[in-house]
């Protein structure tokens, strides 16, 4: 039985992203890789650029930044955000939950459920999915989804999926209404590939053992054990079968067809395979919006950062269906509709939380 | 599918002239077979023969022949 969901009391209310400044050419990693590689990853993965963090900024930094331009845009009353949740693989600290962070420093009352997700790239569609069972199952009437990933802090500088990778955060402003257009999701996970996308060391598996040595691993790619590793063609079969069968499985359970929506947005992994899970739900790419050859991929932000490149300050609403998939595995097929007057376009920044530290007094 | 329409698909697969693929050339020291070549395999596998490659079956292959016998 596929797992889903629908909501008809919860909106979605505005969305905006957030990229670091540090802008990369892909193209530079010639030095590294040699022009050949390079050229031949950049036309099959169409990733041409993406931005990258610098050592001290986090994905809760971009985050709180897009938090930030949110309440500011929306003119949203802090006092009234009841749930705040931060969906990652890349927080601050190993304990506790940034989200708490990040209610510090937007000044949240207590008042309020606070707590992170674990999930990259299908984070955008679970943390939707867990926002929208919150405000639905409890008295709290708004809320704030914050998804980020700084995937360059994890791969190896030695490793030719680096060029894959860029890092952004976004954030999304929920509100429950006593009626609504409908939220809809099916939701699934496999365990068993769970060494597929890993970081091996840093947590408490691996301890004390764990070596920062960098070695050859079988893919040919050097990289230590809390380097991010990725079984290349094992996600890629997965984004090709598992991705188009909860599709199919989404369309049947809520008895919808693909001509039912303005547009597609799909995790932004490699154009190779958004064209190819294009094909197979047998939708034009003048409906699926590509926003990887600028910003890379970006994990879980990929679906909010491309939403806004696409539909930013634009008059009307706009049926969106959307999927995220990948580490776990996990992955996730959702719908919804947006005013695209609550879209807001990407901006930039460096900010850093200057007090992070901790004192040891 | 006989042998040959099977070379034919790797053959535009690897973007080469037709004639040009060897079945038994050795996969290591074909130029070709790059991380690119591996992932429009499992699209060819998918597509053309409704076959899952995965990763593991993908390191099992050692020469263009162990591919044909893996498209049945």
Redesign the interface.
Known sequence: MTITSEFNDIVLGGICGVLPQNKVDHRDYAKLFGSDVVE??I??SGIQGSYQCNEDQTASDLCYVAAERLIREKNIDRSSIDVVLFVSSYPDYIAPATAFVLQKRLGINKDCIVYDINLGCSGFIYGMYTMASLLHCSNARCGLLLVGDTTSKSVSPKD?TRMLFGDAGAAAYFEKKDEADPIRFALRSDGNRYKSIIIPAGGFRHLPDASHEQTMW?DGNIRSDYNLYM????V??FS??DVPELFSDFFSSFGMCMEDYDSLILHQANL?MIK?IAQRLGIGMDKVPVSLDRYGNSSGTTIPITICDQFARQEGKVNLLMSGFGIGLSWGVASLTIDKNNVFEITHSSEKYEGGGVSHG | MDTAKKIELLEDMFDMESGELDVNAKLSELDEW???A??SL??LM?DECGK????DD??TFETVQDIINFMG
């Open positions: 031949k990853i036309k099959s030719k079988g079984g290349g063609p094992d890629f079969g090709l079968k190779f190819h | 790059d991380s690119m591996k992932l499992i699209v998918d899952q490659l995965t990763g993908i390191k």
